[in-house]
């Protein structure tokens, strides 16, 4: 059995995720994808396959990631469809986003995930994806919803095994030629930055 996150030292952003979606941009028939105004999934997809690639390489000189997996659009919790179960309803935090924006008792099916396959003991990383041109202000404050109650780390009394407690959120906003990232933690947006041409700007 593999160390639980809290005890899995290593920087997902700068050593996975960062050089992933920089590549990306990097690659003229890759970013060709934002520029044509492709789907979504199809920008996702070709980003989950670059990112496999380079935790791949870490995952062979890091044994603490050899039980850690990367899906696209996994929606499972265990043997059960992923869901927002109503532990809000326990919770103290009255202007917490999830409970502002009524998300419910909704299916959540992350763009990305890191995580280890039926446990929920060593959940890393849940990422969503928008292009920059997507104004669709209920699609985005669902995603943020499922980012915030994904890392949300209440305890979720006598239903331990539906709480997910994701280490790491990242909202990912992509433009043609830069990127940005909102990171998120216990339930709250934590830091928003920019990047273009492989530097943070």
Known sequence: MGLKYRSLSFNWLENI????????????IDKELITRDASERTIVANIYCKMNLFFQKNQKSNTVLEHIRIDVEYNRNLIDPKKAYMKCDL???????????????ANIVPDIIIHRRGSNDDNQVAIEFKK?????KNRRNNDIAKLTYLTCQQPFEQNEKYNYKYRYG????????SYSVTSY??????????????NWI
């Open 17 to 28: 995720i960062v050089p992933t979606i920089d590549l990306f941009y990097n690659t003229p």
């Open 91 to 105: 919770c103290q935090q009255n202007r917490c986003f999830v409970r502002t924006h009524n998300f419910g008792e």
């Open 132 to 136: 920059n041109g997507n104004k669709d």
């Open 170 to 177: 990242y909202f990912i906003d992509m433009d043609k030629d």
């Open 185 to 198: 933690e216990n339930a709250k947006e934590k830091t928003k930055k920019t990047r273009k041409d492989g």
